[in-house]
Antibody, heavy 125, light 108 residues
Framework: EVQLVESGGGLVQPGGSLRLSCAASGFTFSSYWMSWVRQAPGKGLEWVANIKQDGSEKYYVDSVKGRFTISRDNAKNSLYLQMNSLRAEDTAVYYC??????????????????WGQGTMVTVSS | DIQMTQSPSSLSASVGDRVTITCRASQSISSYLNWYQQKPGKAPKLLIYAASSLQSGVPSRFSGSGSGTDFTLTISSLQPEDFATYYCQQSYSTLPFTFGPGTKVDIK
């Protein structure tokens, strides 16, 4: 079964750090871009970060640049998000997601096709 | 950044109704548009990619259309399990993969 399982969420004080993990199974992890997507309580979805298959390219939403670091260990089929200098506005459910590549009409299209169950991060004093 | 809007923000419908949700991009994104369904407390689920291609396992009552800046998600006959929030998302530009604000479909 294709699966993503996040862990590492919890309550942290403003300015603190947290490391999220995502364990992948059921597919060739090293063949896919991977992402983190978050959802603040009662709000919509926000893409946070992407990482290329070999980890050579990483991209972030402006609001987390310089504070969050995405990484992966293909030998362990795992994705990570190191979150530093956390703020109240970082409070959200964090999902890891596989970036699938689909071909249609001779073009390639990316979509978040597999999602984990999410892990809650609460930043509060 | 490409901005995505959706309308309506919420709607009430009955089982069996035909439901249409609209998504608009701030600039042309060709057909690089995906649709997701999210139920309360659950992760989003991919329904449609490339504006109109149905993801494997998704019921055929779901369909997508559009290109450029205007897109539509249609549920031909609403079922009880379809009450959820629907999000569009552009994948035209890699940075960032922006989502629309969502459309909540609930029971009339």
């Amino acid at each position: 079964e294709v699966q993503l399982v996040e862990s590492g969420g919890g309550l942290v004080q403003p300015g603190g750090s947290l490391r999220l993990s995502c364990a992948a199974s059921g597919f060739t992890f090293s063949s896919y871009w991977m992402s983190w997507v978050r959802q603040a309580p009662g709000k919509g979805l926000e893409w946070v970060a992407n990482i290329k298959q070999d980890g050579s390219e990483k991209y972030y939403v402006d609001s987390v640049k310089g504070r969050f670091t995405i990484s992966r260990d293909n030998a362990k089929n795992s994705l990570y998000l190191q979150m530093n200098s956390l703020r109240a506005e970082d409070t959200a459910v964090y999902y890891c997601a596989r970036v699938g590549l689909y071909y249609y009409d001779s073009s390639g299209y990316y979509a978040f096709d597999i999602w984990g169950q999410g892990t809650m991060v609460t930043v509060s004093s | 950044d490409i901005q995505m809007t959706q309308s309506p923000s919420s709607l009430s419908a009955s089982v069996g109704d035909r439901v249409t949700i609209t998504c608009r991009a701030s600039q042309s994104i060709s057909s690089y548009l995906n649709w997701y369904q999210q139920k309360p407390g659950k992760a989003p689920k991919l329904l449609i990619y490339a504006a109109s291609s149905l993801q494997s396992g998704v019921p055929s009552r779901f369909s997508g259309s559009g290109s450029g800046t205007d897109f539509t998600l249609t549920i031909s006959s609403l079922q009880p399990e379809d009450f959820a929030t629907y999000y569009c998302q552009q994948s035209y530009s890699t940075l960032p993969f922006t989502f629309g604000p969502g459309t909540k479909v609930d029971i009339k």
